[in-house]
């Protein structure tokens, strides 16, 4: 980022190989312990550097897990509620946007899409959400076909 790299992405696939594990949910808890502090330490350093409010750090995951376990004592994909984090470029910070029932299971207030989630990370780094671009076919493909920005990000 220091050398002006525009965009990085970072996977970790925890110590097991694989953070899909759907069984004992208790090998989650050092993959956890192994990302929270990493993020924390981004996040601090970014700021201190004076980078924080020009970079977009978002920690995401293509889907959320069951709410309840399943025979292996694990959890597994579960697309009708999951969690994303954003900080940096200019995101209001301290904010929970929207809510689950109490098992975890379903959106119930504020629900988003994840073209709405592509919408606002497009538009916080600066694209025309109306641009359309073409597939190496000369198929046109919009940028942000049915999402929107989620306004309290901005």
């Given at each position: 980022v220091e050398r002006g790299v525009r965009f990085v992405?970072?996977?970790d696939t925890g110590s097991s190989g694989n953070w899909d594990a759907h069984g004992d949910m208790m090998t989650h808890v050092g993959l956890a312990k192994n990302v929270d502090q990493p993020i924390?330490?981004?996040l601090k350093d970014l700021k201190q550097r004076g980078m924080l409010d020009e970079t977009l750090v978002v920690w995401t995951t293509e889907f959320g897990r069951t709410?309840?376990?399943n025979k292996a004592q694990g959890r597994d994909h579960w697309s009708r509620a999951y969690s994303i984090?954003?900080?940096g470029a200019g995101v209001p910070g301290g904010q929970v946007i929207g809510a689950s029932d109490r098992q975890g299971a379903?959106?119930?207030?504020?629900?988003?899409t994840p073209?709405?989630?592509?919408?606002?990370?497009?538009?916080?780094?600066?694209?025309?959400l109306d641009k359309t671009l073409k597939?190496?076919?000369?198929?046109?493909?919009?940028l942000a076909a049915n999402g929107n920005p989620i306004r309290e990000v901005f």
């Open positions: 992405e970072l996977i924390a330490a981004l709410p309840k376990l984090v954003m900080a379903f959106v119930t207030e504020r629900p988003y073209d709405d989630y592509a919408a606002t990370v497009y538009k916080k780094l600066g694209l025309n597939a190496p076919d000369g198929r046109p493909i919009l």
